[in-house]
């Protein structure tokens, strides 16, 4: 049974930073690639940022300069680096395969900036 449990969000004033975890439990982790998203009140979900299993990276231009995605493949962990917070950051965080797999959603991590 695949599992993903996000940690590390929390309220931030606007220029801060946070670092958020992922852990994948199962068999998908090492051979996939793995992409953060987002999802703020009264919008759609959508892709951040995701990584190769060889470790080339994607973000969207929002977050592009400010978040960097990395992998731990020993730990089966990938992160998201996120720095110069903006309050248009403010969202639920997830992480799930890249492409996501709707079977794959845990209960995201909120992170919150302030102004």
């Known amino acids: 049974q695949v599992q993903l449990v996000e940690s590390g969000g929390g309220l931030v004033q606007a220029g801060g930073s946070l670092r958020l975890s992922c852990v994948a439990s199962?068999?998908?982790?090492?051979?996939?690639?793995m992409g953060w998203y987002r999802q703020a009140p009264g919008k759609a979900r959508g892709l951040v940022a995701a990584i190769e299993s060889g470790g080339s990276t994607r973000y969207v231009d929002s977050v592009k300069g400010r978040f960097i995605i990395s992998r731990d493949n020993a730990k089966n962990t990938v992160y998201l680096q996120m720095n110069n917070l903006k309050p248009e950051d403010t969202a639920q965080y997830y992480c799930?395969?890249?492409?996501?797999?709707?079977?794959?959603w845990g209960q995201g991590t909120q992170v919150t900036v302030s102004s």
């Open positions: 199962g068999s998908i982790f090492s051979s996939n690639a």
């Open positions: 799930n395969v890249f492409p996501s797999q709707r079977n794959y």
